[in-house]
Protein backbone atom coordinates (compact mmCIF):
# COMPACT_ATOMS: atom_id res chain seq x y z
CA UNK A 1 0.00 0.00 0.00
CA UNK A 2 0.96 3.62 -1.18
CA UNK A 3 1.24 6.29 1.26
CA UNK A 4 -1.80 7.82 -0.87
CA UNK A 5 -3.52 10.93 1.66
CA UNK A 6 -3.05 8.22 4.57
CA UNK A 7 -2.86 9.98 8.22
CA UNK A 8 0.19 9.72 10.10
CA UNK A 9 -1.15 6.67 12.64
CA UNK A 10 -2.24 4.83 9.57
CA UNK A 11 0.66 5.06 7.64
CA UNK A 12 2.73 3.42 10.70
CA UNK A 13 0.46 0.50 10.56
CA UNK A 14 -0.43 0.36 6.78
CA UNK A 15 2.39 1.42 4.40
CA UNK A 16 4.68 -1.26 3.17
CA UNK A 17 3.33 -3.90 5.35
CA UNK A 18 1.34 -5.78 2.61
CA UNK A 19 4.74 -8.07 0.74
CA UNK A 20 2.34 -11.57 0.94
CA UNK A 21 0.40 -12.32 -2.58
CA UNK A 22 0.59 -15.75 -2.05
CA UNK A 23 -1.51 -16.23 0.87
CA UNK A 24 -2.36 -12.38 1.63
CA UNK A 25 -0.94 -12.59 5.20
CA UNK A 26 -2.11 -9.15 7.13
CA UNK A 27 1.48 -8.78 8.70
CA UNK A 28 4.68 -8.56 6.53
CA UNK A 29 6.80 -12.20 6.21
CA UNK A 30 9.76 -12.71 7.84
CA UNK A 31 11.95 -13.94 4.48
CA UNK A 32 15.25 -15.32 5.89
CA UNK A 33 16.90 -15.88 2.53
CA UNK A 34 20.38 -14.79 1.29
CA UNK A 35 19.02 -15.18 -2.53
CA UNK A 36 16.33 -15.01 -4.84
CA UNK A 37 15.93 -17.52 -7.88
CA UNK A 38 15.97 -16.22 -11.37
CA UNK A 39 13.44 -17.54 -13.78
CA UNK A 40 15.81 -16.71 -16.95
CA UNK A 41 18.65 -14.82 -17.79
CA UNK A 42 17.03 -11.16 -17.86
CA UNK A 43 14.29 -12.10 -14.32
CA UNK A 44 13.45 -12.33 -11.13
CA UNK A 45 10.91 -11.34 -8.94
CA UNK A 46 12.30 -8.16 -7.62
CA UNK A 47 15.63 -9.39 -5.57
CA UNK A 48 18.75 -10.92 -6.24
CA UNK A 49 20.59 -10.83 -3.08
CA UNK A 50 19.54 -9.92 0.77
CA UNK A 51 22.28 -7.17 0.94
CA UNK A 52 21.14 -5.72 -2.22
CA UNK A 53 17.76 -5.96 -0.97
CA UNK A 54 14.91 -7.93 0.87
CA UNK A 55 11.18 -7.91 0.57
CA UNK A 56 11.00 -7.61 4.52
CA UNK A 57 13.92 -4.75 4.78
CA UNK A 58 12.06 -3.37 1.56
CA UNK A 59 8.70 -3.32 3.92
CA UNK A 60 10.57 -1.31 6.93
CA UNK A 61 12.17 0.95 4.40
CA UNK A 62 8.77 2.23 2.39
CA UNK A 63 6.74 2.53 5.87
CA UNK A 64 9.75 5.05 7.33
CA UNK A 65 9.92 6.81 3.97
CA UNK A 66 6.03 7.38 4.45
CA UNK A 67 6.61 8.38 7.90
CA UNK A 68 9.33 11.41 7.38
CA UNK A 69 7.81 12.29 3.99
CA UNK A 70 11.06 11.04 2.26
CA UNK A 71 11.16 9.05 -1.52
CA UNK A 72 13.56 6.76 -0.24
CA UNK A 73 14.41 5.21 2.56
CA UNK A 74 17.26 2.23 3.35
CA UNK A 75 17.51 0.87 6.81
CA UNK A 76 20.68 -0.50 8.55
CA UNK A 77 21.97 -2.52 10.64
CA UNK A 78 22.46 -0.23 13.22
CA UNK A 79 21.99 3.71 14.19
CA UNK A 80 25.85 3.89 13.34
CA UNK A 81 25.52 1.89 10.27
CA UNK A 82 23.00 4.54 8.78
CA UNK A 83 25.74 7.52 9.87
CA UNK A 84 28.60 5.33 8.50
CA UNK A 85 26.23 5.75 5.21
CA UNK A 86 25.54 8.95 4.88
CA UNK A 87 29.12 10.17 5.85
CA UNK A 88 30.17 8.80 2.50
CA UNK A 89 28.57 10.87 0.34
CA UNK A 90 31.90 13.39 1.23
CA UNK A 91 35.23 12.84 0.48
CA UNK A 92 38.60 13.96 2.01
CA UNK A 93 39.20 17.29 1.96
CA UNK A 94 35.17 18.08 2.82
CA UNK A 95 34.10 20.11 6.06
CA UNK A 96 31.43 18.93 8.09
CA UNK A 97 29.71 21.59 10.68
CA UNK A 98 27.96 19.61 14.07
CA UNK A 99 27.14 20.66 17.09
CA UNK A 100 28.87 20.53 19.99
CA UNK A 101 27.09 17.98 22.38
CA UNK A 102 25.88 15.74 19.34
CA UNK A 103 25.49 11.85 20.35
CA UNK A 104 28.72 10.24 21.75
CA UNK A 105 28.74 7.48 19.51
CA UNK A 106 28.38 10.35 16.20
CA UNK A 107 30.67 12.38 17.95
CA UNK A 108 33.57 9.10 18.10
CA UNK A 109 33.00 8.33 14.73
CA UNK A 110 33.39 12.20 13.30
CA UNK A 111 36.62 12.83 15.62
CA UNK A 112 37.85 9.20 15.84
CA UNK A 113 37.81 7.81 12.61
CA UNK A 114 36.67 10.20 9.58
CA UNK A 115 39.09 12.73 10.59
CA UNK A 116 41.76 10.29 10.16
CA UNK A 117 40.53 9.51 6.31
CA UNK A 118 40.88 13.08 5.65
CA UNK A 119 37.16 15.25 6.42
CA UNK A 120 37.40 17.45 8.94
CA UNK A 121 35.30 18.72 11.47
CA UNK A 122 34.15 21.89 13.42
CA UNK A 123 32.37 21.40 16.84
CA UNK A 124 30.35 24.44 17.63
CA UNK A 125 27.50 26.10 19.54
CA UNK A 126 24.68 25.62 17.05
CA UNK A 127 22.03 27.40 19.12
CA UNK A 128 22.46 29.95 17.23
CA UNK A 129 22.74 30.72 13.65
CA UNK A 130 25.40 32.97 13.45
CA UNK A 131 27.84 30.73 14.74
CA UNK A 132 27.17 28.37 11.68
CA UNK A 133 27.03 31.15 9.40
CA UNK A 134 30.51 31.79 10.94
CA UNK A 135 32.34 28.43 11.20
CA UNK A 136 31.53 28.17 6.99
CA UNK A 137 34.60 27.23 4.78
CA UNK A 138 34.31 26.54 1.24
CA UNK A 139 35.52 23.59 1.97
CA UNK A 140 32.23 23.02 3.81
CA UNK A 141 29.85 20.58 2.49
CA UNK A 142 27.61 19.20 5.28
CA UNK A 143 25.81 20.86 8.47
CA UNK A 144 24.91 17.93 11.09
CA UNK A 145 21.60 18.59 13.05
CA UNK A 146 20.89 16.97 15.94
CA UNK A 147 17.31 18.34 17.59
CA UNK A 148 16.60 18.12 20.09
CA UNK A 149 20.63 17.48 21.23
CA UNK A 150 22.03 14.43 23.76
CA UNK A 151 21.76 15.17 26.61
CA UNK A 152 21.23 18.50 26.90
CA UNK A 153 17.96 18.98 24.70
CA UNK A 154 19.54 21.76 23.70
CA UNK A 155 17.63 22.82 19.81
CA UNK A 156 18.67 23.61 16.71
CA UNK A 157 16.62 25.97 14.44
CA UNK A 158 16.25 23.74 11.31
CA UNK A 159 14.68 26.67 8.99
CA UNK A 160 17.19 28.67 10.15
CA UNK A 161 20.49 26.54 9.37
CA UNK A 162 18.84 25.31 6.44
CA UNK A 163 18.47 29.03 5.24
CA UNK A 164 22.34 29.55 5.42
CA UNK A 165 22.83 25.84 3.98
CA UNK A 166 21.32 26.40 0.73
CA UNK A 167 23.39 29.43 0.44
CA UNK A 168 26.12 28.11 0.95
CA UNK A 169 24.97 25.08 -1.47
CA UNK A 170 25.44 22.54 1.86
CA UNK A 171 23.53 19.72 2.52
CA UNK A 172 22.07 19.36 5.65
CA UNK A 173 21.46 16.13 7.37
CA UNK A 174 19.26 15.85 10.91
CA UNK A 175 19.24 12.99 13.36
CA UNK A 176 15.47 12.87 13.96
CA UNK A 177 16.19 9.84 17.07
CA UNK A 178 14.95 11.57 19.51
CA UNK A 179 11.65 13.24 18.77
CA UNK A 180 10.61 10.06 15.69
CA UNK A 181 9.03 11.58 12.59
CA UNK A 182 5.64 11.33 15.12
CA UNK A 183 6.97 14.87 16.76
CA UNK A 184 9.24 15.63 14.28
CA UNK A 185 9.81 15.82 10.03
CA UNK A 186 13.12 17.72 9.31
CA UNK A 187 12.19 17.82 5.55
CA UNK A 188 9.61 20.12 6.52
CA UNK A 189 11.98 22.71 7.61
CA UNK A 190 14.05 22.29 4.14
CA UNK A 191 16.48 19.68 5.81
CA UNK A 192 17.81 17.20 2.65
CA UNK A 193 18.69 13.79 4.44
CA UNK A 194 17.55 12.43 7.99
CA UNK A 195 18.87 9.95 9.88
CA UNK A 196 17.70 7.20 12.49
CA UNK A 197 18.80 4.81 15.14
CA UNK A 198 15.60 3.02 14.93
CA UNK A 199 16.90 1.20 18.14
CA UNK A 200 15.25 4.06 19.85
CA UNK A 201 11.87 5.52 19.34
CA UNK A 202 10.64 3.27 16.08
CA UNK A 203 11.27 0.11 17.50
CA UNK A 204 10.34 1.21 20.65
CA UNK A 205 10.86 -2.30 22.83
CA UNK A 206 14.66 -2.47 23.44
CA UNK A 207 14.88 -5.42 21.93
CA UNK A 208 16.77 -4.84 18.84
CA UNK A 209 19.33 -2.28 17.37
CA UNK A 210 19.29 -0.62 13.78
CA UNK A 211 19.02 2.50 11.90
CA UNK A 212 17.90 3.81 8.72
CA UNK A 213 18.69 6.72 6.07
CA UNK A 214 15.78 8.56 5.01
CA UNK A 215 16.45 10.67 1.54
CA UNK A 216 13.97 13.37 -0.60
CA UNK A 217 16.34 14.13 -3.77
CA UNK A 218 16.55 11.18 -6.37
CA UNK A 219 20.45 11.43 -7.02
CA UNK A 220 21.18 11.28 -3.12
CA UNK A 221 18.50 8.30 -2.96
CA UNK A 222 20.41 6.57 -5.60
CA UNK A 223 23.45 7.19 -4.44
CA UNK A 224 22.78 6.11 -0.65
CA UNK A 225 20.84 3.02 -1.91
CA UNK A 226 24.44 2.47 -4.01
CA UNK A 227 26.56 2.78 -0.77
CA UNK A 228 24.31 0.74 1.66
CA UNK A 229 24.94 -1.80 -0.79
CA UNK A 230 28.48 -1.53 -1.37
CA UNK A 231 29.53 -1.27 2.43
CA UNK A 232 26.72 -3.91 2.92
CA UNK A 233 24.78 -1.64 5.74
CA UNK A 234 21.92 -3.40 5.29
CA UNK A 235 19.78 -4.89 8.79
CA UNK A 236 18.79 -8.63 8.71
CA UNK A 237 14.94 -10.08 8.04
CA UNK A 238 14.51 -10.49 11.26
CA UNK A 239 15.34 -6.85 12.48
CA UNK A 240 13.67 -5.38 9.98
CA UNK A 241 10.02 -7.15 10.92
CA UNK A 242 10.93 -6.33 14.93
CA UNK A 243 11.14 -3.08 13.64
CA UNK A 244 7.73 -2.28 11.51
CA UNK A 245 6.07 -4.80 14.27
CA UNK A 246 7.13 -1.74 16.83
CA UNK A 247 5.96 1.37 14.59
CA UNK A 248 2.35 0.31 14.16
CA UNK A 249 2.21 1.96 17.86
CA UNK A 250 4.10 5.01 17.02
CA UNK A 251 1.51 7.83 17.56
CA UNK A 252 0.40 5.65 20.92
CA UNK A 253 3.53 5.51 22.71
CA UNK A 254 4.95 8.78 21.76
CA UNK A 255 1.74 10.31 23.53
CA UNK A 256 2.01 8.10 26.57
CA UNK A 257 5.92 8.67 26.36
CA UNK A 258 5.66 12.75 26.35
CA UNK A 259 2.81 12.67 28.83
CA UNK A 260 5.02 10.77 31.65
CA UNK A 261 7.93 13.07 30.68
CA UNK A 262 6.03 16.38 30.96
CA UNK A 263 4.75 15.40 34.56
CA UNK A 264 7.64 14.18 35.43
CA UNK A 265 9.62 17.43 34.09
CA UNK A 266 7.66 19.42 36.56
CA UNK A 267 7.88 17.51 39.67
CA UNK A 268 11.98 17.16 39.05
CA UNK A 269 11.85 21.44 38.52
CA UNK A 270 10.06 21.76 41.90
CA UNK A 271 12.37 19.56 43.68
CA UNK A 272 15.46 21.20 46.03
CA UNK A 273 17.74 18.58 45.32
CA UNK A 274 17.37 19.33 41.84
CA UNK A 275 19.96 22.55 40.33
CA UNK A 276 18.42 22.65 36.89
CA UNK A 277 16.21 21.06 34.45
CA UNK A 278 16.13 20.44 30.82
CA UNK A 279 13.21 19.91 28.67
CA UNK A 280 11.68 21.92 26.02
CA UNK A 281 8.10 21.23 27.39
CA UNK A 282 9.19 23.64 30.45
CA UNK A 283 8.41 27.37 29.68
CA UNK A 284 11.90 27.96 31.54
CA UNK A 285 13.47 25.85 28.64
CA UNK A 286 15.80 28.75 26.52
CA UNK A 287 14.21 27.53 23.61
CA UNK A 288 10.47 26.25 24.57
CA UNK A 289 9.34 28.61 21.74
CA UNK A 290 11.13 27.03 19.25
CA UNK A 291 10.17 23.81 20.40
CA UNK A 292 6.81 24.85 20.16
CA UNK A 293 7.38 26.21 16.22
CA UNK A 294 9.38 22.94 15.10
CA UNK A 295 8.03 19.98 17.36
CA UNK A 296 4.55 18.46 17.47
CA UNK A 297 5.41 17.75 20.79
CA UNK A 298 8.14 18.19 23.51
CA UNK A 299 9.17 14.22 23.53
CA UNK A 300 10.24 12.30 26.46
CA UNK A 301 13.62 12.57 26.60
CA UNK A 302 14.91 14.90 29.82
CA UNK A 303 18.01 15.71 31.43
CA UNK A 304 18.76 17.06 35.20
CA UNK A 305 21.64 18.27 37.16
CA UNK A 306 21.32 17.32 40.80
CA UNK A 307 22.70 19.18 43.73
CA UNK A 308 26.26 17.97 44.80
CA UNK A 309 27.76 15.97 42.17
CA UNK A 310 28.87 12.19 41.38
CA UNK A 311 27.61 10.67 44.57
CA UNK A 312 24.46 11.77 45.16
CA UNK A 313 23.84 11.28 41.22
CA UNK A 314 25.03 7.40 42.16
CA UNK A 315 22.49 7.58 44.76
CA UNK A 316 19.63 8.41 42.55
CA UNK A 317 20.84 6.13 40.07
CA UNK A 318 20.71 3.12 42.09
CA UNK A 319 17.97 4.15 44.20
CA UNK A 320 14.96 3.52 42.13
CA UNK A 321 12.62 0.46 40.89
CA UNK A 322 11.21 1.31 37.57
CA UNK A 323 13.81 3.76 35.87
CA UNK A 324 16.57 1.15 35.26
CA UNK A 325 20.33 3.07 34.87
CA UNK A 326 20.75 1.75 31.06
CA UNK A 327 22.46 3.24 28.12
CA UNK A 328 19.91 3.71 25.05
CA UNK A 329 17.05 5.13 25.27
CA UNK A 330 13.20 5.01 23.29
CA UNK A 331 11.68 2.12 25.12
CA UNK A 332 8.53 1.31 26.61
CA UNK A 333 10.77 0.84 30.24
CA UNK A 334 12.08 4.19 31.47
CA UNK A 335 15.71 4.27 31.76
CA UNK A 336 17.98 6.28 33.51
CA UNK A 337 21.96 6.94 32.85
CA UNK A 338 24.97 9.60 33.95
CA UNK A 339 26.60 10.67 30.83
CA UNK A 340 29.77 11.30 31.84
CA UNK A 341 30.70 7.60 32.69
CA UNK A 342 28.12 5.76 30.29
CA UNK A 343 26.62 7.58 27.16
CA UNK A 344 29.31 10.60 26.88
CA UNK A 345 32.39 8.81 28.16
CA UNK A 346 33.40 8.23 24.29
CA UNK A 347 33.68 12.09 24.49
CA UNK A 348 36.90 13.70 25.34
CA UNK A 349 36.65 15.67 28.99
CA UNK A 350 37.07 18.81 27.11
CA UNK A 351 34.47 18.10 24.48
CA UNK A 352 32.18 17.32 27.25
CA UNK A 353 33.04 20.54 29.24
CA UNK A 354 32.28 22.55 26.41
CA UNK A 355 28.73 20.97 25.52
CA UNK A 356 28.01 21.67 29.33
CA UNK A 357 28.11 18.03 30.60
CA UNK A 358 29.36 17.97 34.28
CA UNK A 359 29.34 14.86 37.13
CA UNK A 360 26.02 16.65 38.26
CA UNK A 361 24.34 15.55 34.55
CA UNK A 362 21.55 12.43 34.77
CA UNK A 363 19.86 11.69 31.72
CA UNK A 364 16.50 9.93 31.71
CA UNK A 365 14.14 8.02 28.72
CA UNK A 366 10.77 8.23 30.09
CA UNK A 367 8.90 5.11 29.06
CA UNK A 368 5.20 5.02 28.98
CA UNK A 369 4.56 3.74 32.83
CA UNK A 370 1.77 5.04 34.50
CA UNK A 371 3.50 8.89 35.31
CA UNK A 372 2.03 8.25 38.88
CA UNK A 373 4.59 5.66 39.46
CA UNK A 374 7.40 7.09 38.23
CA UNK A 375 7.18 9.98 39.90
CA UNK A 376 6.72 8.79 42.85
CA UNK A 377 9.60 6.54 42.38
CA UNK A 378 11.67 9.47 41.41
CA UNK A 379 11.18 11.49 44.58
CA UNK A 380 11.94 8.71 46.68
CA UNK A 381 15.09 7.88 45.39
CA UNK A 382 15.79 11.95 45.08
CA UNK A 383 14.85 12.13 48.98
CA UNK A 384 17.15 9.69 49.88
CA UNK A 385 20.24 10.94 47.76
C1 LIG B 1 21.50 5.70 19.71
C2 LIG B 1 21.74 6.86 18.82
C3 LIG B 1 22.53 6.75 17.68
C4 LIG B 1 23.26 5.47 17.31
O1 LIG B 1 22.40 4.42 17.06
P1 LIG B 1 22.78 2.87 17.32
O2 LIG B 1 21.54 2.18 16.93
O3 LIG B 1 23.13 2.74 18.77
O4 LIG B 1 23.95 2.55 16.45
C5 LIG B 1 22.67 7.87 16.88
N1 LIG B 1 22.07 9.03 17.19
C6 LIG B 1 21.31 9.18 18.29
C7 LIG B 1 20.67 10.49 18.57
C8 LIG B 1 21.12 8.10 19.15
O5 LIG B 1 20.38 8.26 20.25
Redesign the pocket.
Known amino acids: MGDGNMRFETKCVHVGVAKDSTYNSCITPIYPTSTFRWDDLQTNKGFDYTRSGNPTRQALEENIAALEGGIDCKATC??????TCVMYLFKPGDHIIASHD??G??FRLFYRVLSEYGLTFSFIDMSDVVNVRAALTPQTKCIWI?TPS?PLLNLVDMAAITAVAKEAGVTTIA?N??LSPYLQRPFEFGVDVV??????YLNGHSDV???AVVTRHQAQAERIAFIHNALGLGCSPFDAWLVLRGIKTLGLRMEAHQRGAMVLAKMLSEHPKIERVYYPGLPSHPQHELAKRQQRGFGAMLSFDIRGGRAQAEKVLTGTRYFQMAI???GVESLMEYPETMSHASMTPEARQAAGITDKTIRVSVGIENPDDLVEDMRQALDRA
Open positions: TGMAAIIYGTENDTFVHSTTKVGGSLG
